[in-house]
């Protein structure tokens, strides 16, 4: 995370860093729409979908799932108790779907016509689904998003129009959301079941939609948790750490739900006699159920790491760790033994995709420093509380 | 089904693998070159070498195509004739339709900077939707391909069966995936050959339909619970704020405007 300081030396490692990536990400967006696919990319006929559909796109939405799990419990189910984050995992969804949607100009063959998918309708497509719940959630995520730049406005009738609808529509925008996020995490595995015959049955499954859904949720909160805590660590935010544990603690039983099912159903179609062969794909399995399972599982039940900010965090972070490699063996290393790609991103592709998630970080940054998102004094967290009616104290 | 759905059947035990079929290919799609070993942008059909039988390689022509379903844009479409053809003005290059393929035919223009997908077309402009024959039927000189109606075809196919016993008693592409309008005789079994065996015969389209008919029901009942659920905890907040404010406020409660 960059520094907050800003009376401190110019030239700063952060910036040093940054530099680099930005000057990386130019380069390769040249790479990409100048000199051509071959150069920037190691897709190729065999293995056309890479880093970008695997990593910014799946990793992207999935990691945004946080965004609409905590929308849900505040704005829906009343869970007053996590207002204080609500506004920040809102935004850290919308930061994330507008990378994701960035992402596909790089990702398309002919971005430039991208508008085709809104007038030319599939609807046997299942891209065609994603692509749709993609841009209206999109859109629903502006819409939440927006009282936060709208309150800083100085036009005060028209700030307080807007707030005025904006309050009447809230319910309606948020449940239109949950049930857009719901129905596109779960599209994003949908992608791969017209792959039957080439995935390895290890991640095959008729049920795939559903496994995308159950594993989005656990890690978008994960995102949510090492977002804030990186938050109060170095914008000086005050998210009670409390509040960040208990959401930690809704992970582990999600993970143990996603793992019994898994298993369940990978037994069920027939996946079984793969799991202990001496295979490469095997090995890729059991180090996603590793990182996204037993190790998070253990982390998140033991006093002495969760008794710690940084223990929450760390636990966290082996969440996502192991939600991106799930993400990516779905969509690259399920496919290489039927395609026999071999494929190892270029690194233009790895350099697009860490500008995107950069540029994500310092939007997040400046939104914090100079908007209403996270109580910035313990004092003001009451305060959202206390605004929040008379139900977040009963 | 059709009648007049046109089928091309490949009979591998009589291909020499002279590549006539190819270089036809090539010049009725305007490209020169010699014939490829592998399918490319400028190869759309190839005769390849498996284990010493000739055996061609190009689209099937599926009667329910996968890549067809999985376009976003409906760019690929089966065509009453039998064809499945590709509207590249519609195309935004997201290369879905290259992985849904069970074959793994599409190819795409990597070298281009505005890239399109590649694939055969069955000759559909220029020839079969005139009655033409394809150019690698046309060019075929032993009659490993020969052109006709589907049904034409298939009958064909199961006299050929009938009369020699040298001949695997499969007719590949007649259901695989549902179907297509490429038919191919052998005397060994296909899989030998690198073709994709399919574990059923259901097209693959159903599949992903299977988990799109969901949505309807995802959104109807998931909106209404979580409708249900907002009017539970708004109605009790409703009521503890009535209660509240019956006796005194713990701390003074704000503006009631609502941060969403």
């Not at chain 1, 999600?254 to 898994?262: D, E, G, K, P, T």
């Not at chain 2, 905890?233 to 409660?253: C, D, G, I, W």
Request: overall charge positive.
């Amino acid at each position: 995370m960059p520094e907050t300081k800003t009376k401190k030396p110019i030239i700063t490692v952060w910036r040093v860093i940054l530099g680099v990536i930005f000057l990386a990400g130019a380069y390769a967006t040249y790479l990409r729409f100048v000199v051509g696919w071959s150069a920037a990319t190691n897709l190729s006929d065999a293995q056309p979908w890479g880093m970008w559909v695997g990593v910014a796109t799946l990793c992207g939405v999935g990691l945004s799932a946080g965004g609409f799990a905590t929308a849900a419990a505040v704005y829906l189910l009343g869970m007053e108790r996590y207002r204080p984050i609500a506004r920040a995992a809102v935004l850290v969804a919308f930061l994330g779907y507008v990378s994701v949607c960035v992402g596909y100009a790089y990702e398309l063959g002919l971005p430039w016509l991208f508008w085709h998918a809104l007038i030319y309708w599939n609807p046997k497509s299942v891209l065609f689904d994603v692509m749709f719940c993609i841009l209206a959630y999109t859109t629903v995520l502006t819409i939440e998003v927006s009282p936060a730049i709208v309150e800083r406005l100085p036009f005060n009738g028209f700030k307080k129009t807007y707030m005025h609808w904006h309050h009447r529509l809230a319910t309606a925008v948020v449940l239109a959301g949950v049930l857009l996020s719901s129905m596109h995490q779960s599209y994003l595995g949908g992608l791969f079941l017209i792959f039957r015959d080439k995935m390895y049955p290890l991640w095959y499954t008729p049920a795939l939609t559903t496994m995308f859904y159950l594993s989005a949720i656990p890690a978008g909160l994960a995102m949510v948790i090492i977002t804030l805590y990186l938050c109060n660590r170095s914008l000086g935010t005050k998210v009670d750490p409390k509040i960040l544990k208990e959401v930690a603690w809704v992970i582990s039983p999600m993970l143990i739900l996603y793992f019994v099912w898994r298993m369940v159903d990978l037994v069920k179609h027939g996946g079984g006699p793969y799991l202990f062969k001496p295979t490469s794909e095997a090995a890729y399995f059991w180090l996603e159920m590793a990182l996204f399972v037993f190790l998070p599982v253990f982390m998140l039940n033991n006093r002495w790491v969760m008794n710690r900010p940084e223990g929450v965090y760390w636990s966290s972070a082996v969440v996502i760790a192991g939600f991106i490699t799930n993400r990516v063996n779905v969509s690259i290393n399920a496919l290489e033994r039927a395609t026999q790609a071999n494929y190892i991103p270029k690194w233009p592709e790895m350099a697009v995709t860490v500008m995107l998630v950069t540029c994500a970080i310092l939007a997040f940054r400046y939104a914090v420093i100079y908007l209403d998102i996270l109580p910035k004094k313990a004092k003001s967290t009451r305060k959202w509380l206390a605004n929040a009616g008379v139900a977040a104290n009963a | 089904m059709a009648t007049n759905k046109k089928a091309l059947l490949i009979d591998i035990t009589k291909c020499i693998g002279c590549q006539a079929c190819a270089g036809a290919c090539k010049e009725a799609h305007g490209v020169t070159g010699d014939p490829e070993p592998k399918l490319s942008e400028t190869a759309l059909t190839v005769v390849q070498d498996k284990n010493g039988k000739f055996v061609r390689k190009q689209c099937l022509h599926c009667e329910q195509p996968a890549c067809g379903s999985a376009c976003l844009v409906g760019a690929i479409t089966k065509t009453a004739a039998g064809p499945v053809v590709y509207d590249k003005s519609k195309c935004v290059g997201c290369r879905y339709c290259m992985i849904a393929c069970p074959h793994s035919v599409p190819r795409y223009e990597w070298s281009k900077l505005a890239p399109y997908m590649k694939k055969c077309d069955m000759c559909y402009d220029k020839r079969v939707s005139k009655g033409q024959p394809t150019a690698c039927a046309e060019a075929c000189p032993v009659g490993a391909t020969i052109f006709g109606d589907r049904d034409e075809m298939l009958r064909e196919a199961r006299r050929r069966i009938l009369d020699d016993p040298k001949y695997v008693p499969h007719i590949y592409g007649e259901r695989e995936y549902g179907g297509a309008s490429m038919l191919f005789l052998s005397d060994v079994e296909f899989e030998k050959l690198g073709f994709m065996i399919p574990p059923t015969e259901a097209p693959l389209p159903e599949v992903s339909k299977a988990a799109l008919d969901e949505a309807p029901m995802v959104v109807l009942v998931g909106g209404t619970m979580l409708a249900g659920l907002y009017w539970i905890t708004n109605r009790r907040r409703e009521v503890l704020l009535a209660e509240a404010q019956k006796k005194t406020l713990k701390f003074p409660v704000g503006d009631e405007e609502e941060r969403s």
